[in-house]
């Protein structure tokens, strides 16, 4: 991964701290505030809502290309800029840390930041490999700070009424689930200013979280057994890139811990419209969501009588759970401030937040898994099981 494993250089750049919003008057902060950030990757990390919440505060940016920098320190109104990730860490009275760099450097940026005293958000995937993972619980474990990956399908709407009623037992059993992710126009980020990304080559399953997070919350079982295939149609990327990847869209199926049977596909190849969708089928009630073609979002429950029949059904949009200084509309199915909020709860709380670090191993390691199954033709292989954050 020299390439963007690197991201040139980002961990070791030594440039001066850079300034941003130049002409903006000094920032404000509450001497009460609980949650002092730093957000790190000028591009999808320029797309949350720390400012609007009303119990953290932007204390600086960190970006390598000078335009991300800007645009964090215009979105945040923070003129704390560093171009110097280390340098940045040892800002005056920050506390946490957003980190929404490039996959490869996601667990080496977040156990440098809990072992600098920080707590942690970073994007998905939590890791690239099983050893990356381990690491990552390992930091959490002996520094005793928060750490939440940012997964947005947990906070889908749909995924908010459907983690509500599985609680509630409306469900009864689910004895079959599936989720896909699909994403044909993904192939526009593999490439930046002529160069291969680190989306170059990426195997789908080592990307799995926007499934695994539809599924895991909702049937409250991890996935630990899987057998994998992939399909890739030999052009030169994949013949040649850093992961030695040759599949563009895999398919696996999982068994879980409760002896119930998963789907997940996740394909950047495919001509069907862009999806990120999950559905339940339980012996009381299931719930199946929008597909890309139109079909809307349906529930079926089972009659006095047997007969499956279905329910009248509009999806609530949740917006009464946060602050209302943060109910606005955000990508990924306005997910971003309810994550947001809840990592900044997390924090003033001190307690383990909803995708802790546990969730976001067992969300990330059934991929990896899957992955190393298809390479081998589909072999049937276990998945460990971490455990759950300690009460």
């Known amino acids: 991964m020299n390439r963007n494993a690197t991201r040139r250089r980002f961990m070791g750049v030594t440039l001066a701290a850079a300034s941003t919003a130049r002409g903006q008057s000094e920032p404000r902060y509450n001497i009460g505030q609980k949650v002092r950030i730093g957000v790190v990757g000028g591009r999808f990390g320029a797309t949350f809502q720390w400012h609007l919440d009303p119990d953290c505060s932007v204390v600086a940016v960190c970006d390598i290309r000078p335009d991300r920098l800007e645009r964090l320190g215009q979105t945040y109104h923070c003129r704390n800029g560093y171009a110097d990730y280390s340098r940045m860490l040892r800002h005056p009275g920050l506390n946490a840390v957003a980190v929404f760099t490039p996959a490869p450097l996601h667990v080496r940026m977040s156990v440098e930041a809990m072992q600098a005293g920080k707590h942690v958000i970073s994007a998905v995937p939590a890791g690239m490999t099983i050893e990356e993972l381990e690491r990552l619980l390992e930091a959490v474990k002996s520094t005793g700070l928060r750490y939440m990956m940012a997964e947005t399908s947990y906070y889908r709407p749909e995924i908010i009424t459907c983690r509500a009623w599985a609680r509630q037992g409306r469900f009864g059993t689910i004895y079959y689930s599936e989720s896909e992710y699909h994403h044909q126009s993904l192939h526009a980020l593999a490439y930046e200013q002529g160069k291969p990304t680190w989306r170059h080559g990426l195997p789908p399953m080592l990307y799995p979280t926007h499934c695994t997070g539809i599924i895991i919350p909702v049937t409250g079982e991890r996935l630990t057994e899987v057998t994998a295939a992939g399909w890739g149609d030999g052009s030169p990327d994949l013949q040649r890139n850093q992961y030695s990847n040759p599949f563009l869209n895999e398919t696996a199926f999982f068994r879980t811990s409760r ?126 099981d971490y455990g759950k954050a300690p009460a």
């Open 259 to 384: 002896g119930h049977s998963c789907r997940i596909s996740i394909a950047w190849r495919i001509a069907a419209g862009i999806t990120e969708r999950g559905v339940f089928y339980g012996d009381r009630l299931s719930y199946i969501m929008a597909r890309p073609e139109g079909s809307p979002n349906a529930v079926f429950e089972v009659s006095q009588d047997g007969r499956p029949v279905r329910l009248p059904y509009q999806e609530a949009d949740h917006f009464e759970k946060p602050p209302e200084s943060m109910r606005v509309r955000t990508g990924h199915g306005n997910s971003h401030t309810f994550l947001t909020h809840e990592f900044v709860r997390s924090v003033v709380e001190d307690r383990h937040p909803a995708v802790d670090a546990w969730e976001s191993v067992a969300y990330t390691a059934p991929g990896i898994v899957a992955h190393q199954s298809a390479l081998r033709g589909g072999e049937h292989l276990k998945i460990r």
